[in-house]
Each structure stands twice: as structure tokens, then as C-alpha cells.
């Protein structure tokens, strides 16, 4: 956002002094922004400013970002590199850039994330790896980011989070993982993430949520499910959820809307510190009779079927046990009667 505006800015401020560096990009001077957004580069250039503040590579095609392609650049703060075909990262890599706070690598090719990726870069605070192609996230690669409040992740093709992924993200505030493939939501893959206030898992494939998976989460104000596999909950998991407020999202779901899925939406809504923000958009899949129709209109008559089984049960049995006393009573009487029609033929 920021980034965007300054070069906003830039681009739309003619009387800015700039000159060529670097042989084709620009650099305002007094400034210490340099600009080299597309212009067909193949490798990050060399003689750029050392007092370079921002530097702008996104939209070139650099594919291997070579081992200390940075080096001498100790004053970049803010490094773009989106859109650029990169699919990997030689070690050392982003060497000297130990003060770099933004790391813009969205839109491009990786499939991993290096061991040694994060070496360098212990001061960003925002990392930007979503469009990217990758699969698996695990440890080591990000935990030497320890001063990193914001990842986002999303749409790559994620289809597991293994036990300590995160670990070392001490300061981690928003994680973004929307628009991956994660399938189960496992205990201990969010763990030592003690100030993650926005976890986003919209749009994944989840069909389950482990019960103490985001137990480790005390400081959640926003869980987002959207547009996922699931069919039920376990209230257990929310429940787990200790914090001052978390809002959730739930819609867009495969609900299957039975008189279980109807309590523990009932609990959810009446636990203070939680709220169902897209209550009203949570549409029922199965039974095919519900199917589209909203949780929330159909919600009070889930459990009739259970108490129809239950009347019908009780009617049963009471008809049964009535019929079979109403049967021995006329048995007696019949027996009575034949045995008085008997002691009148005896009398004859
Ligand atoms: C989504 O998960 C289901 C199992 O719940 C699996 O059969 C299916 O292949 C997954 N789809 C994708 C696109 O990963
Ligand atoms: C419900 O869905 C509609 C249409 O998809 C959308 O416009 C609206 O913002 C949603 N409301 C909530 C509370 O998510």
C-alpha cells in the first residue's frame, strides 16, 4: 500500500530529477528510489546506489535470484520482485540486506521455499510470497524472520502445514493462506504463533479441523473457513479458542444441515466471545431437500425429524402397550363369559 503510493507518487511527479543507473533503470535522485520495473531484466543489475532505500525489479524476468545479488545495498528497506519468473533462490541470496523491512516476491514461479531462505532477512516485517507455485511449507525456511507481522501465502498449491513451520515467528500478526490446497487442519501445525490475530484459510479443501488446532491462538480476532470442504464441526474446536473476541467465517461450505450441525451452531452463537460474521449466508448441501437453502431459515426445524422419530417411537409404543392391554382385558372377559355360558349349560 505504502509502496504503492510513493510510487505513485514518483511516476506521476515529472518535475522529480531522475537519471539513468544501473544502465537501465532510474533512479530519483535525493531520494535513493530506484526504478526498474520491466525492463526485460535478466539479472538483478550492478552499480546501483548504496544509499538505495527502494528498489523496484517486479515485472522482469530474473528466474535465479543469484547468491549476493544484493551485496553493497546495506541501506534497502523496501525490495520488489513480483512478477519476475523467479523459481529459486541461490544461497545468500538477499546477503547484506539485513535491514530490509518489505519483501515483495508475489506472482512469481517458486516452488519451495529454501533452508536457507530467511538467513538475511531477520529485520522484514512484511513478506509477500502469494502467486507462487509452492506445495509444501516446513521448517527450516522462515524461522529466522523474527520480526515478521505479516505472510501472506496465499494461492499457491499448499497442501500440508507440517509441526513447526512457523516456529521463530514470534511477531507474526496476519497469516494468509487462502486459496491453497490444505486438506486437514492439523494439532501443532499453528503453534508459537502467540500474537496471530488474522489467519485466513478461505478457499482450501478443508474437510477437517483437528479439535486443539487453533487452541495455541490467544490472540485470534479473525479465523476465515470460507469456501471450504466442510460438512460438520465440532464445537470442541472453537471452543478451545481461548480470546477476548474472534469473528469467524463459514460460509460457502458443503453444510450438511442435520440437528448436530444445528446444535453447534447454536452453541457458537450464543458463546460471547465468538461470532459467526456470515451466519446468514451458511447454506446447507445435504440433505438434497435442504440443499441451498440457509442454515439460519431452516435452523429451528433440524431437529424435528429427530423429535417426529421420538413422538412416533413413544405413539408406537403406547398403541402397542394399550392394544396388548385392551386385548387381555376382552380375552378375560370372553373366558368370563364362556365360563358363565358354561355354568348355565351345566344348571340345564
Ligand atoms: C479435496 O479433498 C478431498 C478429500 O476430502 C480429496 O478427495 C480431493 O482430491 C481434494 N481435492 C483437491 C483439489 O485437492
Ligand atoms: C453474503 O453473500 C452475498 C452474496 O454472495 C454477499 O454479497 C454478502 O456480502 C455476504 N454477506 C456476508 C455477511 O458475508
Redesign the pocket.
Known amino acids: 500500500m505504502l509502496l504503492s503510493i510513493v510510487l505513485l507518487f514518483l511516476y506521476l511527479s515529472p518535475s522529480r530529477s531522475s537519471r539513468l543507473c544501473g544502465h537501465l533503470c532510474h533512479c530519483f535522485e535525493h531520494s535513493d528510489l530506484v526504478d526498474c520495473h520491466a525492463k526485460g531484466l535478466e539479472d538483478v543489475p550492478h552499480g546501483l546506489p548504496h544509499g538505495t532505500w527502494l528498489l523496484d525489479l517486479g515485472g522482469n524476468k530474473l528466474t535465479v535470484i543469484r547468491s549476493r545479488a544484493f551485496a553493497g545495498l546495506w541501506s534497502l528497506r523496501i525490495l520488489v520482485l513480483s512478477e519476475s519468473s523467479i523459481q529459486d533462490l541461490q544461497t545468500n541470496a538477499f546477503y547484506s540486506l539485513s535491514f530490509l523491512e518489505k519483501l515483495d516476491m508475489s506472482h512469481n514461479k517458486l516452488t519451495r521455499i529454501p533452508p536457507h531462505f530467511s538467513e538475511s532477512l531477520s529485520s522484514v516485517r512484511e513478506l509477500r510470497l502469494n502467486h507462487n507455485a509452492l506445495v509444501l511449507l516446513k521448517s527450516p525456511g522462515l524461522e529466522h524472520l523474527e520480526n515478521l507481522e505479516k505472510l501472506d501465502l496465499s494461492h499457491n498449491r499448499i497442501?500440508s502445514l507440517e509441526p513447526g513451520t512457523f516456529r521463530g515467528l514470534s511477531r507474526l500478526r496476519h497469516l494468509y493462506l487462502q486459496g491453497n490446497?490444505l486438506?486437514v487442519v492439523r494439532d501443532g501445525s499453528l503453534t508459537m504463533l502467540p500474537g496471530l490475530e488474522v489467519l485466513l484459510l478461505g478457499n482450501n479443501?478443508i474437510?477437517r479441523i483437528e479439535v486443539n488446532a487453533f487452541a495455541p491462538l490467544h490472540s485470534l480476532s479473525l479465523l476465515g473457513l470460507e469456501g471450504n470442504?466442510l460438512e460438520h464441526l465440532n464445537f470442541k474446536t472453537f471452543l478451545s479458542l481461548h480470546t477476548a473476541a474472534t469473528h469467524l467465517q463459514l460460509a460457502g461450505n458443503p453444510w450438511n444441515c442435520d440437528c448436530d450441525l444445528h446444535r453447534v451452531f447454536s452453541k457458537l452463537l450464543s458463546v460471547r466471545h465468538l461470532h459467526v460474521d456470515d451466519y446468514h449466508n451458511v447454506t446447507c448441501q445435504e440433505p438434497w431437500q435442504l440443499a441451498g437453502a440457509s442454515l439460519a431459515w431452516v435452523d429451528g426445524q433440524l431437529c424435528m425429524a429427530e423429535t417426529v422419530t421420538v413422538l412416533v417411537i413413544t405413539v408406537t409404543v403406547i398403541v402397542t402397550v394399550f392394544g396388548a392391554l385392551i386385548m387381555a382385558e376382552r380375552k378375560r372377559k370372553k373366558k368370563k363369559h364362556w365360563e358363565q355360558s358354561d355354568g348355565e349349560t351345566q344348571d340345564h
Open positions: 497442501h490446497r486438506g479443501n474437510s470442504n
